[in-house]
């Protein structure tokens, strides 16, 4: 906006402004004073209309009530009414007081449209101005009820045709003895009330005055309608206001649209309104005319106004334009302007001050530009820089550990950490920096703490790099294995001395170590455990056999021999139970579960466990009730309990208690020590605790590595507790060991509830059904144990079975060759010289397709029962059950 246009609104607004404010203000003083005296005004007009309609009806009211009073009308009214009750004719009386002074009365006043006399006991017109209505009976009427008793005037009347709509004046007529005998009464006329209400309104051409009853209907004629009054409803503020009982006035649209000022007020005694209006633009004329005389006004000084400040902005405005211009032309960089002299004047000494600021400008435009090129050069070094930190950054927040910068004292207060410092300990980079929430030290496990100062220590002693491995606790408790490598920084002498070096989590990489450890040791184990199951078997299937024929043959008299006996085959079945546990673990597999009463097989182990331990071991059980279920096989909680035991009895030296704990935990929180994660959840407690020796803390990581023992040459094996850590985390299980030195160990075992509470009951094996008969079928069996083929050649042929047996797979596949025909079924075993078991069978069926075999191993790589199944050959795992070899030889030769 250019100078001049501002110096011309300023001006405007500093005349107009005010001339258009004081203009305003009177015009709506003068309005409001004109609309208060039209308001007055109306209501004088309304208050002389009412002091008229009320001397009207006063008025009429007095001459019905002087016509009562004459002594000829009281005189004939008693003639009529004594005729009429006599039932004679009294047309006489009638006619006579009608034309004599009913009549007059409607010509004379005219204010009464009818004049009728009413027998006072019957309510009959007995004479009337109006011969039509003689006769017609009125006791109906208000006029007629209150007439009786004294002079009254009934408000609007509305008859059902609404064509009779009146005022009705009654007076009592009085007998010769007082009574009253007859009520005289006169409708009165109104149409003469609506000439009242527009009478002295000719010289205003929109004054107008109206009644209204409650109802909403106009009583009487209005000026500018010519619509039957008794038949138009008018609705308007003013009525609306004033039937509610309210006297005012107000400005609204009257009953025709046309916007009017009126006064209005309520006539309680006649139940009607009483308006007067105006038209609002009549009333209000002098405020109109003054209305435009000050906009008029106003348009002609603004005029006078425009005029003057043009001229004079002009005049100011010339030489500032001129100064904008050349400063205009300073600000493109054209530094030559000068302008001209203006004399000793304001705009002189401007022009002169803005020459001499050109000067100066041009001088500092040369500094600035050699200004330009150092600030150019140092933000270009800022940059370089700035991107440098931002990679750093990004390498920083990318690594998969902490950088950190720190001084060399005992809490390693730091003063830089990365942001990897969140993932790897679960603190915020701030929580460290200064000690602001811990110290790092507090973080490393205080076991390691010594070892890693004095590392540091050397390390910086020697002005060489510090390497360890240590122990940090993260935010949430737990415990990871971290990496650290740096070195001092500092000059020599400085102190604090400040160390700079990485941390990485190497906790997933000992854990896969671990792992690989643990993989290499159960490797060497399933081949230890291979190697020696199937000898071993072999020996327990002649123990079993041979302890189960002389049973059956030993006298029932020999309770104590057959004890013995019993004893042998149990111990046989639990061992044998144990290899097939050994074989699974070794190999990482498990048989099917059994769900289980575990309260009641604890108690039943803990039987079995008592005989193994010495009588200065004290056993303190502690069992809860009820127990849920848990999936778990015997044998396999007997071997838990058993090494358990076992090695609290040896961490005791053979005196001490032991303490075994069974509970049901319906929410446990805790971390695991075989696999180092955190579980909770709802599990089955199984502990076992000793008042031994303890475990060293170096030696709590490695308890369930195989092999690994603290107990002297020849006392363990080192597979104790790897068999339980292996059987525990088989079924989804966790441990917790705890334990201080000299203050013993516990080991606690959570199995996770049954996913189907029902136990198995267990029971007898299924056995043949009917006795078995050999039928004196021939039986060829072959395994390199011949001690263990002549246990099962003697148990067959007690049940009528023929039987050759071999020690050599060629010579069994000979003696078949020579004679196929001869034998009906093969019983092989899988491991031995020359053909294996597999290898025998194949040939065979060469021969003789389809002929029946049976193949027996204690342990074997290259087949199992699924592989025996695909090929129609029965299997059988040694021990050979001697019951199961009767089912399957059954099956294999039906």
């Not at 990365?418 to 920096?433: F, H, M, N, R, V």
């Not at 602001?436 to 496990?445: D, F, G, P």
């Not at 997933?508 to 450890?517: F, M, S, V």
């Not at 009820?626 to 053979?654: F, K, W, Y």
């Amino acid at each position: 906006m250019s100078i001049a246009t501002r110096l011309a609104l300023m001006f405007s607004l500093l005349s107009l402004v005010p001339l258009a404010v004081s203009g305003t203000l009177a015009y709506l003083r003068f309005y409001e004073g004109q609309k208060q005296a039209a308001y007055r005004s109306l209501n004088t007009l309304a208050a002389n209309k009412h002091a008229r309609f009320e001397q009207w009806i006063d008025d009429n009211v007095r001459s019905i009530r002087e016509l009562a009073r004459r002594p000829a009308v009281r005189t004939f009214t008693q003639n009529i009414i004594e005729f009429d009750r006599a039932g004679f004719r009294q047309d006489y009386f009638a006619n006579w007081l009608r034309d004599n002074h009913l009549v007059p009365m409607t010509v004379a006043d005219r204010d009464m449209r009818e004049v009728f006399l009413v027998d006072a006991a019957s309510g009959k017109k007995l004479a009337s101005s109006d011969s039509r209505r003689v006769g017609q009976f009125v006791t109906g009427h208000e006029y007629f009820q209150r007439g009786r008793s004294g002079t009254w005037v009934q408000p609007l009347h509305y008859p059902l045709t609404l064509d009779d709509v009146s005022m009705t004046a009654a007076t009592p007529v009085q007998g010769s003895s007082g009574e009253v005998i007859a009520v005289l009464g006169a409708h009165l006329d109104l149409d003469i009330i609506s000439a009242i209400f527009q009478q002295g309104f000719e010289n205003s051409p929109s004054l107008d005055s109206y009644l209204v009853n409650r109802f909403n209907s106009l009583v009487t004629r209005v000026r500018f309608s010519e619509e039957d009054a008794s038949t138009r409803a008018v609705h308007t503020t003013g009525i609306d206001r004033c039937l509610t009982g309210e006297d005012g006035e107000d400005a609204y649209v009257d009953y025709h649209g046309v916007p009017v000022l009126g006064s209005f007020r309520w006539l309680d005694r006649w139940e009607m309104c009483l308006v007067v209006e105006v038209n609002a633009t009549e009333a209000m004329g002098q405020a109109t005319r003054l209305r435009t005389f000050v906009i008029i006004l106003f348009f002609g000084v603004a005029f006078v106004v425009a005029s003057l400040i043009g001229f004079v902005s002009r005049q100011v405005s010339r030489p500032i334009i001129e100064v904008v211009e050349a400063t205009e032309k300073i600000g493109r960089g054209n530094l030559d302007v000068c302008l001209p002299d203006r004399g000793d004047g304001e705009i002189g000494r401007l022009f002169d001050g803005l020459n001499r600021m050109t000067e100066n400008l041009g001088r500092l435009t040369a500094s600035r530009d050699e200004l330009d090129r150092e600030i150019a050069e140092k933000e270009l070094a800022a940059r370089s820089l700035e991107e440098s930190e931002r990679r750093m950054n990004i390498l920083m927040s990318n690594l998969p550990g902490m950088a950190y910068r720190c001084y060399n004292e005992p809490d390693w207060r730091m003063v830089f950490v990365s942001e990897g410092c969140k993932t790897l300990t679960g603190y915020d980079p701030a929580d460290l920096i200064e000690n602001a929430k811990t110290s790092y030290q507090e973080l490393i496990h205080p076991g390691d703490r010594n070892r890693i100062w004095k590392s540091v220590q050397e390390a910086v002693a020697a002005d060489r790099h510090y390497e360890a491995e240590y122990r940090i606790r993260t935010a949430k408790g737990s415990w990871r294995w971290v990496w650290e490598k740096g070195r001092s920084v500092s000059p020599k002498g400085q102190t604090p001395e400040i160390l700079e070096g990485f941390i990485h989590d190497i906790t997933e990489r000992r854990r896969l170590a671990r792992e690989l450890q643990q993989a290499q040791k159960m490797e060497l184990l399933g081949q230890v455990t291979g190697g020696v199951a199937h000898d071993f078997n072999n020996l327990l299937g002649v123990i079993l056999g041979y302890s189960g024929l002389a049973r059956a043959n030993v006298p029932a008299t020999d309770e104590r021999l057959s004890r013995y006996l019993g004893h042998i085959t149990h111990a046989g079945e639990r061992a044998r139970e144990i290899v097939s546990q050994m074989l699974a673990f070794s190999r990482g597999e498990h048989s099917d579960d059994e769900v289980i009463d575990v309260k009641a097989r604890v108690l039943e182990e803990i039987g079995m466990i008592r005989s193994s331990l010495p009588a200065s071991i004290l056993i303190d059980i502690d069992l809860e009730d009820p127990i849920p279920a848990i999936e778990l096989q015997t044998a396999q909680l007997n071997q838990v309990l058993m090494n358990l035991c076992i090695n609290a009895r040896d961490a005791m030296n053979g005196k001490g208690k032991i303490g075994i704990q069974l509970r049901y935990l319906r929410d446990v929180s805790a971390e695991c020590m075989s696999t180092r994660q955190q579980f909770r959840g709802e599990y089955v407690e199984l502990a076992v605790s000793d008042t031994g020796t303890g475990l060293p803390p170096e030696h709590t990581d490695r308890i369930f590595d195989p092999f690994f023992t603290t107990k002297p040459a020849g006392k363990g094996s080192g597979l104790g507790l790897a068999v339980v850590d292996g059987i525990v985390r088989g079924h989804g299980g966790h441990i917790v060991v705890e334990s201080e030195p000299g203050e013993g160990t516990r080991f606690r075992l959570f199995f996770p509830i049954a996913s189907n509470p029902v136990v198995d009951k267990g029971g007898e094996e299924q056995t043949t059904g009917d006795p078995v008969d050999g039928g004196g079928r021939r039986l060829l069996i072959v395994d390199d144990e011949e001690t263990l083929a002549g246990y099962i050649a003697e148990y067959l042929e007690s049940y009528n079975f023929r039987t050759e047996t071999y020690a050599s797979s060629d010579n069994a596949l000979d003696a078949f060759s020579s004679d196929p025909g001869r034998f009906d079924l093969l019983i092989t075993d899988q491991t031995m010289p020359g053909l294996s078991g597999l290898e025998l069978a194949q040939r065979i069926r060469t021969i003789r397709p389809g002929f029946p075999i049976i193949l027996c191993t204690g342990f074997s790589e290259l087949v199992n029962a699924e592989i025996a199944k695909k090929q129609d050959i029965g299997f059988l795992v040694k021990p050979v059950d001697p019951d199961k070899l009767l089912r399957q030889l059954t099956q294999s030769l039906s």
